[in-house]
T-cell receptor, first 116, second 110 residues
Framework: GAGVSQSPRYKVAKRGQDVALRCDPI?????LFWYQQALGQGPEFLTY????????KSGLPSDRFFAERPEGSVSTLKIQRTQQEDSAVYLC??????????????FGEGSRLTVL | EDQVTQSPEALRLQEGESSSLNCSYT??????LFWYRQDPGKGPEFLFT???AGEEKEKERLKATLTKKESFLHITAPKPEDSATYLC???????????FGAGTTVTVRA
């Protein structure tokens, strides 16, 4: 497809379960970001990849959160032992340029995670 | 730490009633200021990037301006299809991430 694709769109997990969220960026895009958006708030940065290298993971809230992009294309955000406070929309964004040069970010529609 | 504050939180307009949204920011060396539009259940959609004070950009009924402390998004003669949440974000020099404000939700009534 032409845009950033995220799956699943909706995920309900019981507290303590592990979840994996997938992001398929626009083909050829070097930069990939993960953001977390709580209801009524703006997106909060989680982590940044340039190709397969994770250059910034300062926004990951705890060691239960882990992200990878092994071949520099598809990325997975994994959350272990989910807690209720993890309930949010997880947004993936990609960009053609390396981020320090700025550039337009293309966002996916997000994965809405609800932890019961 | 970079900070972005948007006001008002919500804005209800009559079709054709022009208004402005405010984005105040503090950042250790601005690389760029961004405006995005977000529709319910969708990801943010890029509108503008502004790089330096005095810069202005326009797109249809939207015009963004930048000073050293704030940015304004002016909506001229809005239509119902302009209803959305408008997000402001800043990027500091040497940083990868964008830091977003909480957004202004605009509702335009026909």
């Amino acid at each position: 497809g032409a845009g950033v694709s995220q799956s699943p769109r909706y995920k309900v997990a019981k507290r303590g379960q592990d979840v994996a969220l997938r992001c398929d960026p626009i083909s050829g895009h070097v930069s990939l970001f993960w953001y977390q958006q709580a209801l009524g708030q703006g997106p909060e940065f989680l982590t940044y990849f340039q190709n397969e290298a994770q250059l910034d993971k300062s926004g990951l809230p705890s060691d239960r959160f882990f992200a990878e992009r092994p071949e520099g294309s598809v990325s997975t955000l994994k959350i272990q032992r989910t807690q209720q406070e993890d309930s949010a929309v997880y947004l993936c964004a990609s960009s053609l340029v390396t981020s320090r040069n700025t550039g337009e970010l293309f966002f996916g529609e997000g994965s809405r995670l609800t932890v019961l | 730490e970079d900070q972005v504050t948007q006001s008002p939180e919500a804005l209800r307009l009559q079709e054709g009633e022009s208004s402005s949204l405010n984005c105040s920011y503090t950042v250790s060396g601005l690389r760029g200021l961004f405006w995005y539009r977000q529709d319910p259940g969708k990801g943010p959609e890029f509108l503008f990037t502004l790089y330096s004070a005095g810069e202005e950009k326009e797109k249809e009924r939207l015009k963004a301006t930048l000073t050293k402390k704030e940015s304004f998004l002016h909506i001229t003669a809005p239509k119902p299809e302009d209803s959305a949440t408008y997000l402001c974000a800043v990027q500091a020099r040497g940083d990868y991430k964008l830091s977003f404000g909480a957004g202004t939700t605009v509702t335009v009534r026909a």
